[in-house]
DNA sequence: AAAATAGTGTCTGTAAGACACTATCAA
DNA sequence: TTGATAGTGTCTTACAGACACTATTTT
């Protein structure tokens, strides 16, 4: 598919653009909100780090190409991913006129665990919102990551995203594994919300909530044993 | 096909694609949500309905180039579009890649009165929410209009978006003038929920409510006179 | 026993929701 | 007076929010 779009509307002038898709996949851990970045390696911004994503190279729906960057980077992941906004600024590129759909997913710390240990490829690096300005800033042991591009206004408009969805959708459960304790799932909520809640409230309204699916909380039967008194483990059935 | 990420523009064939937006104007009269059509005059589908929208001529932002649409339909508009979803379907022109994101809003019966008075442009057409099917259904004065592209999807998206906001933003006033009854500013919810509110209930939730900017709803003194008791103006103040 | 974490009970204020009622206009 | 639309009062239930408390483990 290498026809040039651009003959077969004879009557008009349109513009071309690149489409690019950029994934700020976050995960909670260390009761922080943490996100997939890499180095670039190329100018422009060479040295500085970026989200996983590139330019679109088959004509596909951005779903597609979505999965793609995600087996690539992460192997295999079947994580809800969804698309909150498409940045369109000519200027967001110094390349080119590149339209990025950006998708943001929560996903469990286990699951990125492979990143981390490849060493060479993404890292994990922490996300600190400036509420005031709109743009997110993330560092690794205390040290800034410099970002490339947009890409600090993204993770800042994909965490003020998840804020609004996170407790009328599941998604709070991408960042968790089958069983988790009750403390576990409020910490993913504090950390998306980026303020902390009343636990006896948290603790009632989840176990009275019915899910959009029509599931619930349960608790396994299982114990988390840690240095006080075991916490149940729950699940969703 | 490589599929490295790193190397973007050099050594890659990167896919090109058109840039387009497309908006969904509703607005609310008789009791029910209308969205501005017109017929296209040429192929593909020609004869068939289409959302206001075009081809991106010059690179700028989609904002941008949202207000010039705007400006040669409408004439003038200030009313709030958000973006809410990019269409990225390859197939969804089939005259080449077409990447199209879709804005809404709220507008107010009068803006729109130029538009029907033209005549020849662009109408407003009733829209029917298929709740079963991801696809809204567009009518004038009962006979249904045939649409182009996904545009029954479009339409479809923008109003579950609005559904999701409505309740939790202002959006609702920009269906409204200065000053209103409650009575409209309950069928502008109603209409675009789909589904009837109870009256003292809305009232009381309304008037006790301030706000995202801080204001909240205010009697003007003026009435509107109809065939029954007067209602009170409201505004925000 | 002390420290640490898990989990509960209770009270208060506020808002939702249902329903019946009153108020004020035109014809 | 009747019909029509506007607007109110009241009662019940549910949940948010605050706070203090009890429970069960490890060290």
């Given at each position: 598919m290498t026809s040039n779009p651009r003959l077969l509307f004879p009557r008009e002038q349109p513009a071309l653009a690149h489409p690019a898709i950029d994934l700020v996949l976050l995960t909670v851990s260390d009761g922080g909100l943490q996100v997939v970045v890499r180095e670039r390696e190329r100018p422009p911004?060479?040295?500085r780090w970026t989200l996983p994503g590139r330019l679109i190279e088959e004509p596909a729906a951005f779903?597609?190409?979505m999965h793609e960057v995600l087996y690539e980077e992460i192997g295999d992941l079947d994580a809800a991913l969804r698309p909150?906004?498409?940045?369109?600024?000519?200027?967001?590129?110094?390349?080119?006129?590149?339209?990025?759909?950006?998708?943001?997913?929560?996903?469990?710390?286990?699951?990125?665990?492979?990143?981390?240990?490849?060493?060479?490829?993404p890292v994990l690096a922490d996300v600190t919102m400036d509420e005031a300005r709109k743009e997110a800033r993330v560092m690794t042991g205390g040290v800034a990551l410099p970002l490339a591009?947009?890409?600090?206004?993204?993770?800042?408009a994909a965490v003020r995203h998840l804020r609004g969805v996170i407790d009328g959708t599941m998604i709070?459960?991408?960042?968790?594994?089958?069983?988790?304790?009750?403390?576990?799932?409020?910490?993913?909520?504090?950390?998306?919300?980026?303020?902390p809640l009343s636990k006896p409230l948290f603790r009632k309204r989840m176990l009275a909530r019915t899910f959009p699916d029509g599931r619930s909380l349960?608790?396994?039967?299982?114990?988390?044993?840690?240095?006080?008194?075991?916490?149940?483990?729950?699940?969703?059935?």
């Open positions: 911004f060479e040295g779903e597609l190409a909150f906004f498409t940045f369109s600024d000519p200027a967001r590129d110094p390349r080119g006129w590149v339209i990025s759909t950006a998708f943001v997913a929560l996903v469990r710390p286990a699951w990125l665990a492979r990143v981390t240990e490849a060493g060479l490829g591009f947009d890409h600090g206004a993204i993770i800042d709070a459960f991408d960042a968790l594994d089958y069983a988790f304790t009750m403390l576990e799932l409020q910490t993913v909520h504090e950390s998306v919300l980026g303020k349960q608790t396994t039967g299982d114990e988390h044993r840690g240095s006080g008194r075991p916490a149940a483990f729950y699940t969703l059935a």
